[in-house]
Antibody, heavy 116, light 107 residues
Framework: QVKVVQSGAELVKPGSSVKLSCKTS????????MNWLKQVPGQSIEWIGN????????NYNQKFKDKATLTVETSSSTAYMDLSSLTSEDSALYFC?????????WGQGVMVTVSS | DIQMTQSPASLSASLEEIVTITCQAS??????VAWYQQKPGKSLQFLIY???SLADGVPSRFSGSRSGTQYSLKISRLQVEDFGIYYC?????????FGVGTKLELK
């Protein structure tokens, strides 16, 4: 069955970077888009961008273009998101989710806390 | 960016009741709408896609409809497991955007 498993919670310092992972199984990663989304607790959801598993082609929300970098490792069916120059505004729950337009399988989410 | 104006923000309902949540798109997005449910501290569950199609494994008491640029999620005969937060999402153009969410609580 389809599984989408994200890495664990992160506590990081302002100005630093963090790399989140999203390991998948149960489907053909190379013909699938993987998305990353942000949710500040108690608020709605923002789409950060997506990446195609086959060739690493990306689409970004302009709001996150200088903040997030999406990559994939097709051999391990894993998607990654690098978040750079972290500030308190980046503290949030980050999800990865499968799908090109609609998101049918979601990871469990990873909490990133930016604090000194 | 396309705005999805979702209402109501919160809703109290009883078991077996029928409830409807709506999203108004800021422009024509065809049937490019999905609905999701989120339980506290949990990830999102995919409910409806293409405005009206039920995702695999979703109970038939859930249904989606469209009238112009207004989209609705209807839950017939509310069950205990239906309480949570519901979000609409447009997939017509990037950036994909979500409504603010509707918190459905037990009355």
């Amino acid at each position: 069955q389809v599984k989408v498993v994200q890495s664990g919670a992160e506590l990081v310092k302002p100005g630093s970077s963090v790399k989140l992972s999203c390991k998948t199984s149960g489907f053909t990663f190379s013909i699938t888009y993987m998305n990353w989304l942000k949710q500040v607790p108690g608020q709605s959801i923002e789409w950060i961008g997506n990446i195609y598993g086959g060739d690493g082609g990306t689409n970004y929300n302009q709001k996150f273009k200088d903040k997030a970098t999406l990559t994939v490792e097709t051999s391990s069916s894993t998607a990654y998101m690098d978040l750079s120059s972290l500030t308190s505004e980046d503290s949030a729950l980050y999800f990865c989710a499968r799908g090109g337009w609609f998101f049918d399988y979601w990871g469990q989410g990873v909490m990133v806390t930016v604090s000194s | 960016d396309i705005q999805m104006t979702q209402s109501p923000a919160s809703l109290s309902a009883s078991l077996e009741e029928i409830v409807t949540i709506t999203c108004q798109a800021s422009q024509d997005i065809g049937n490019w709408v999905a609905w999701y449910q989120q339980k506290p501290g949990k990830s999102l569950q995919f409910l409806i896609y293409g405005a009206t199609s039920l995702a695999d494994g979703v109970p038939s008491r859930f249904s989606g409809s469209r009238s112009g640029t207004q989209y609705s999620l209807k839950i017939s005969r509310l069950q205990v497991e239906d309480f949570g937060i519901y979000y609409c999402q447009q997939a017509s153009s990037v950036p994909y955007t979500f409504g603010v969410g509707t918190k459905l609580e037990l009355k």
